[in-house]
């Protein structure tokens, strides 16, 4: 069964320092990988997706991710932390079974506490 | 940009009434989903639509209806509404396949049954 696993409920850094948030995942076939952020009392938004080509994706407000496959991961990351990139975090993956039908599976969240 | 839009922020509503949650995309998309948000439980599919008039079941489809007669338009519809619906519901929409198919949300429905 494909599934998308965010090991840390929480992660806690420094504001200026580097932050990574995790995220693996478990997929037949190559994957689509999704992040999205939301902030308190609203929707998720849209920070950046893999679908294939580079690794290293870039996205919004200074976010990227890095694609490994051997490691079936795909952490986001951030050089340094702003106290505003506190929220919580989504990773998703495509759900390809039994076809494509736009369908995206969710991991549990991990809240960012970016602290001044 | 993508809008996608829900009817109410926050509602209120008692044991046993019939809830409307309606959603509006403006961007022509194909695909639109309903999914509630509790903690600890990330995002679960309730239903999702890839075309007017077509539906199927999500994750946890059990207690709810849903309604898209119109491309633009996905309502979810809870037919008695229980206490262990009390929960943030949110809206999103997509294409329908390729490349570009993230999803799109509203800004969600905070749902309180008493």
């Known amino acids: 069964a494909q599934s998308v696993a965010q090991p840390e409920d929480q992660v806690n850094v420094a504001e200026g320092n580097p932050l990574t948030v995790k995220c693996t995942y478990s997929v037949s076939g190559n994957p689509y990988l999704f992040w999205y952020v939301q902030y308190p009392n609203r929707g998720l938004q849209f920070l950046l997706k893999?679908?294939?080509?580079?690794?290293l994706v870039k996205g919004s407000y200074g976010f990227e991710a890095e694609f490994n496959k051997s490691q079936t991961s795909f952490h986001l990351k951030k050089p340094s932390a702003l106290v505003s990139d506190s929220a919580l975090y989504f990773c998703?993956?495509?759900?390809?079974?039994?076809?494509?039908?736009?369908?995206?599976?969710f991991g549990q969240g991990t809240t960012l506490q970016v602290k001044p | 940009d993508v809008k996608v839009t829900q009817s109410s922020r926050y509602l209120v509503k008692r044991t046993g009434e019939k809830v409307f949650l309606e959603c509006v995309q403006d961007m022509d998309h194909e695909n639109m989903f309903w999914y509630r948000q509790d903690p600890g439980l990330g995002l679960r599919l309730i239903y999702f639509?890839?075309?007017?008039?077509?539906?199927e079941k999500g994750d946890i489809p059990e207690g709810y209806s849903v309604s898209r007669e119109k491309k633009e338009r996905f309502s979810l519809i809870l037919e008695s509404a229980s206490t262990n619906q009390t929960s943030m519901y949110l809206c999103?929409?997509?294409?329908?396949?390729?490349?570009?198919?993230?999803?799109?949300f509203g800004p969600g429905t905070r749902l309180t049954v008493l």
């Open positions: 998703a993956v495509r759900d390809m079974e039994p076809s494509n039908t736009g369908k995206l599976i």
């Open positions: 999103a929409s997509s294409w329908a396949s390729g490349a570009n198919n993230e999803q799109f």
């Open positions: 893999y679908i294939t080509g580079d690794n």
């Open positions: 639509s890839y075309d007017v008039k077509m539906k």
